[in-house]
């Protein structure tokens, strides 16, 4: 039960204005009409004084709002398909959810979806006003729930698709936990050993006044660097780091680092394959959610992630509004493998173009699983034979002087 304010016309037409008890804004707009007034708008009633809104609004200024996580997103898709499978209303659905989120930000976005419903908007139009929350696809994806009927199952849907998204971003997110440790770790160790231990072996080095290898002159020399110009090389780190992060937002540069991130070595492939089942994924849900596929191909190009790939699937678009079939639209994209495209061309004979996508995307998805559960794997011998290297470096620079200093006191 909340407490809303309203303004409203009465039967003689004068603008009346109030407050009313009521577990939503539809309860209250009922309320109204039953005594005779109409309602023109109607509010949560929030109460206090100006200056408590001001430190309010100090206060979240200052301190943020608490954020809306893709795990708020799984839930919400997750609860509206059990509450509408149920016959729940949508207005009545939402008003629950608001009252059982933990989330303040996330109650606020509902209640704005509410107020959206109340003024006569369709839940796809609501959720378009929030991009930075629903995505194209998400949005795309409920409008044909409520054209077909179907919304309750695209909820369930877009549970199911956002869970394999959380799924592949924990598995990657710990598969680079150790390497990441390692190799800040070694950056670290090199820069203590460069800016500390080195200058003080190169001091003892030089009251011997004797011929050094050229492996120890190096790393002096390179020690020497760093002490001296530090500050520089971290600026330049900083404006390299900065000015590469500006690159990768232009249009070239975006889709050129998009298109290199599937040739990385080790990781590539996982990127690329993570990718087309996204890819793949995408245009079976929208398939069996009944979308016209020249339209499946716009929304599921928004939705890839990926300036190349996206451009492929525009390919793919343009070449099916040509009339070409979508298995001479994917050869001709080349970013499929040959089973790939079997599938596909199996899937447009039989006409189950939904059930062969959602097959090629299981099959991408269990090779992005195995690959990232191995990619630690393939990770550390890289690291190991880094760190060896690393280690064999310091160690002759470091300890080859000193033997040989030790030979020349022995043979004296």
């Known amino acids: ?45 929030r109460g206090g004084s100006r200056a408590a809104d001001s430190r309010s609004g100090w206060f979240k200024r200052t301190w943020g709002e608490q954020p809306i996580t893709p795990l708020d997103l799984m839930l919400f898709s997750r ?8 016959g729940v209303p949508i207005l009545r659905s939402l008003a629950g959810l608001q009252e059982s989120t933990p989330n303040p930000s996330f109650a606020a976005l509902l209640q704005d979806l509410r107020e959206s419903l ?51 971003r924990d598995r990657i997110r710990s ?37 050094l290898p050229m492996i120890t002159k190096l790393l002096i020399g390179f ?32 889709f050129k680092w998009d298109r290199y991130k599937f040739e990385l070595p080790v990781v590539g492939s996982i990127i690329k394959k993570a990718t087309l089942a996204r890819f793949s994924r995408s245009l079976a849900l929208s398939f069996k959610s009944g979308i016209p596929i020249i339209q499946g191909m716009n929304v599921v190009g928004m939705v890839v992630d990926n300036e190349f790939m996206r451009s492929r699937v ?3 678009r343009d070449g099916i509004e040509r009339g070409e079939s979508i298995l001479r639209a994917a050869a001709a ?13 199996v899937g447009e004979e039989t006409g189950d173009m939904d059930g062969l996508m959602f097959e090629v995307a299981d099959m991408y998805e269990r090779e992005v699983k195995y690959e990232v559960e191995n990619l630690s794997a393939k990770i550390e011998p890289i690291l190991i034979v880094a760190l060896g290297i690393l280690v064999l470096i ?13 030979k020349a006191a022995m043979h004296s």
């Open 394 to 406: 310091l160690a002759l620079g470091v300890f080859l002087p000193m033997w040989d200093l030790g």
């Open 79 to 86: 609860q509206m398909y059990t509450l509408l499978k149920a």
């Open 223 to 254: 020690s020497g660097f760093m002490v001296q110009y530090w500050l520089l090389m971290v600026g330049v780190v900083v404006a390299a780091a900065l000015g590469f992060r500006y690159y990768i937002h232009t249009v070239e540069g975006r």
């Open 314 to 316: 525009e390919q793919m």
């Open 118 to 168: 109340d003024s006569g908007r369709e839940l796809s139009a609501a959720l378009r006003h929030h991009p930075k929350v629903f995505s194209a696809f998400y949005v795309s994806m409920v409008q044909v729930g409520e054209m077909t009927g179907m919304l309750d199952e695209t909820f369930m849907r877009l549970y199911n698709y956002l869970d394999f998204e959380r799924d592949m």
């Open 175 to 211: 598969a680079m936990r150790y390497p990441s440790f390692v190799v800040v770790a070694m950056a670290v160790a090199i820069v203590v050993i460069n800016l500390f231990v080195i200058p003080a072996f190169a001091k003892v080095y030089a009251g011997f006044h004797a011929e």
């Open 333 to 345: 994209a080349q970013v499929f493998s040959s089973v790939v495209l079997q599938m596909i061309a």
């Open 1 to 45: 039960m909340g407490v809303f304010s309203y303004k409203g016309r009465n039967r003689r037409g004068d603008l009346v204005t109030g407050t009313l008890d009521g577990n939503d804004s539809g309860v209250v707009a009922d309320l109204l009409l039953n005594s005779g007034i109409t309602p023109v708008e109607i509010s949560v009633f």
